[in-house]
């Protein structure tokens, strides 16, 4: 019981923080603090609790194809989206959420058909972001003008999606195996519900501007799960989680920093 209402604990106070985050700073930034291993970390992070550090650093190594899953997640809700633009706002989100879904499952499942070593899927999700960067490049950035309150209703409906989304994946971690367990673990857990109240709220637009940076962060994701897979067996759980935790944060402060310094030089030359 003490474990579940961690989750739920962990879950609920990632997912507000990330929804304010994009109201205040802007979905631009939150979808390059989306890449940030939040998700994937409590997801892996309680699996290697309740089935072990082996098990999870098996699943981590599928986590990586698993957040191509995502990213083609991603993508699918963008285009969906745009094409109901002219509907009603919640048939908009449905269309694209069963959009987005079908896309996943269908990546995945392909993925775990074939076994895969830790540098085989570090390079292919090298690929995926290149792509991605590349493909998501043309989607225009929005911000959000107009804030609205955090009611009691949106507070509930952003920490039940959350938390529904760990229990379920990490309950389900022993019956389907550490392949499916880890392509599951790249699920957009702390994204998804926000994507959904920012759609809500906004409209379709500021949910794509999130879906264009999204990529932008991905690195982190890159590097924690890489830090996870190799440093979970020789550090363990706490250790393991610290140090993967830290060489995230040094690979998003360092891209941030040349954006910074990059876009500067820009204004300057101008």
Known sequence: MELILAKIAVSIGTVLGLSMLAERAGPRVAG?????????????????????????????????????????????YFIVSRQCVRLPVFPQILLS???????????????????????????????????????????????????????KRVVLLRASLAAIIVLVISGMAAWIGPRWAGLL?????????????????????????????????????????LAVTLGYPVLGLGLGTLCAFGAATVYLVGYTTFVWVRQKSVQAAQ
């Open 185 to 225: 673990s790249g699920f957009p857990v702390t994204l998804y519900p926000m994507m959904l109240i920012l759609h809500f709220t906004y409209g379709a637009e500021p949910v794509h501007t999130v879906i264009r940076n999204f990529p932008r962060g991905m690195g982190a994701l890159w590097v924690y799960i």
């Open 97 to 151: 959420s069963l959009g987005a879904f079908v896309t996943y499952l269908s990546v995945s499942w392909l993925f775990q058909l074939a076994p895969m070593s830790l540098t085989q899927a570090a390079v292919i999700l090298l690929v995926a972001i290149v792509v991605a960067l590349i493909l998501f490049r043309k989607i225009e950035n929005v911000r959000i003008l107009n804030r609205v309150r955090l009611t």
């Open 32 to 76: 390059v603090l989306s890449g940030y291993p939040l998700g994937t970390a409590i997801l892996l992070y309680f699996i290697a609790i309740e089935q072990g550090v082996a098990f999870a650093s098996e699943s981590a190594v599928y986590a990586l194809p698993g957040l191509i899953a995502t990213l083609t997640f991603l993508y699918a």
